[in-house]
């Protein structure tokens, strides 16, 4: 497709319970962005990938969170032991190379609800 | 990041102009002035972003103050699509990969 894709785009999950959350970024895009946005909120920064490789966690708010994007194109964020805190909207984007000049794509988000 | 400071929210009728601030009084020189909107239940969307010069593209323009402790997004003519939350954000030069949003500015249009 033209744009970011992300799946889910909505997940509801029982408190403790691991989840997946897919993003498919433009075809060609090397570098990839998740952020994630609380209601009322603007989008936190929570990890980046050049390649395959993840070149800046710094966001991840605790190591219950966790990305991969093993063949540099489609990345996975996984939350495991899931708390009713994790409730919000998981953004993806990407851009054709590192750096905010390139301008971000954004998907349309994954609406996690931890009940 | 350096902080922007933005309105909470602004109102506008349709097919007129828009310019909505931004203060940034403690930009460092290598800091790039980004605005991104997003519209209700999307990720946000690049709208433009410029260094020291004024910018235009096709969906707005960005006039950049001489000291760059300031800047306006216009928006030439409002349609009721460009109802949106619009963030300004400064990326550091040397680390830019990473943006910085805060709460934005609500823009309603009016019809």
């Known amino acids: 497709g033209a744009g970011v894709s992300q799946t889910p785009s909505n997940k509801v999950t029982e408190k403790g319970k691991y989840v997946e959350l897919r993003c498919d970024p433009i075809?060609?895009?090397?570098?990839l962005y998740w952020y994630r946005q609380s209601l009322g909120q603007g989008p936190e920064f929570l990890i980046y990938?050049?390649?395959?490789?993840?070149?800046?966690d710094s966001g991840l708010p605790n190591d219950r969170f966790f990305a991969v994007r093993p063949e540099g194109s489609v990345s996975t964020l996984k939350i495991q032991r899931t708390e009713r805190g994790d409730s919000a909207v998981y953004l993806c984007?990407?851009?054709?190379?590192?750096?905010?000049?390139?301008?971000?794509?954004f998907g349309s988000g994954t609406r996690l609800t931890v009940v | 990041d350096a902080k922007t400071t933005q309105p909470n929210s602004m109102e506008s009728n349709e097919e007129e102009p828009v310019h909505l601030p931004c203060n940034h009084s403690?930009?460092?020189?290598?800091?790039?002035i980004h605005w991104y909107r997003q519209l209700p239940s999307q990720g946000p969307e690049y709208v433009i972003h410029?260094?020291?010069s004024n910018v235009n593209n096709r969906m707005a323009s960005l006039a950049i103050a001489e000291d760059r402790k300031s800047s306006t997004l216009i928006l030439h003519r409002a349609t009721l699509r460009d109802a949106a939350v619009y963030y300004c954000?400064?990326?550091?030069?040397?680390?830019?990969?990473?943006?910085?949003f805060g709460k934005g500015t609500l823009l309603t249009v009016n019809p």
């Open positions: 075809s060609g895009h090397t570098a």
């Open positions: 954000i400064l990326s550091d030069g040397g680390s830019n990969y990473k943006l910085t």
């Open positions: 410029g260094l020291t």
């Open positions: 990938f050049q390649g395959t490789g993840a070149a800046d």
């Open positions: 984007a990407s851009s054709p190379n590192l750096g905010s000049n390139y301008g971000y794509t």
């Open positions: 403690t930009i460092s020189g290598t800091d790039y």
